[in-house]
């Protein structure tokens, strides 16, 4: 069974920034680990996803290259960094696991972590 620790969220000021870890245990397959978001009253958001196989995917409006994900040698921590939050960051943010191949789509990831707060305001 796959799981997976989020951490490292709080309160930041607008412009802070912050790093969030994924740890990651007990997978079989190389794995593809994606970092999500909710805000209150919103939808899952896909932010950004490594793997060996696609390399690192970010999608739709987190193109602009605000947030950075990275992993280390060992591939059982995951980071998502940003160095400019704003407000609208305000969200709580999630790691999820799946074999192999990165995907947008939150339903088709097999373990989720249980999620990190971060807050943005002044």
């Known amino acids: 069974e796959v799981q997976l620790q989020a951490s490292g969220g709080g309160w930041v000021q607008p412009g802070g920034s912050l790093r969030l870890s994924c740890k990651a245990s007990g997978f079989t397959y190389d794995p593809a680990i994606g970092w999500f978001r909710q805000a209150p009253g919103r939808q899952r958001e896909a932010i950004s996803c490594i793997s060996d196989e696609d390399g690192i995917i970010v999608w739709g409006d987190f193109k602009g290259g605000r947030f950075s994900i990275s992993r280390d040698v060992t591939k059982t921590t995951t980071y998502l960094q940003n160095d400019s939050l704003q407000p609208e960051d305000t969200a709580v943010y999630y790691c999820?696991?799946?074999?192999?191949?990165?995907?947008?789509?939150?339903?088709?990831?097999?373990?989720w972590g249980q999620g990190t707060q971060v807050t943005v305001s002044s």
């Open positions: 999820a696991y799946k074999g192999l191949y990165c995907n947008q789509y939150a339903v088709t990831f097999e373990s």
